[in-house]
């Protein structure tokens, strides 16, 4: 799997999540204290986020960590 691939997969799943919980993006990065054109990279796969940043938008989103990393169905990240 190449990074390119993975930081797609990781932007798709926040963007499922970010649906799910019914928020925008620009509420997401506000929420998160996180760029919301940061926020727009990473759910194109254009930007590599840090831990700390994916644990801020777990939080926001109620989501564990491991669903946003997860890729065909395994997690990467437990």
Do not use: W
Not at 29 to 36: F, K
Not at 44 to 54: E, F, Q, Y
């Amino acid at each position: 799997m190449s990074r390119r691939s993975f930081y797609c997969i990781v932007g798709e799943n926040i963007i499922k999540a970010r649906r799910k919980a019914r928020i925008s993006q620009e509420r997401l990065a506000y929420l998160s204290v996180i760029d919301r054109t940061y926020v727009g990279k990473i759910e194109k796969g254009r930007a590599n986020p840090s831990l700390k940043v994916l644990c801020k938008i777990s939080r926001t989103l109620k989501t564990p960590v491991c669903e946003l990393t997860r890729v065909n169905g395994h997690p990467i990240l437990r």
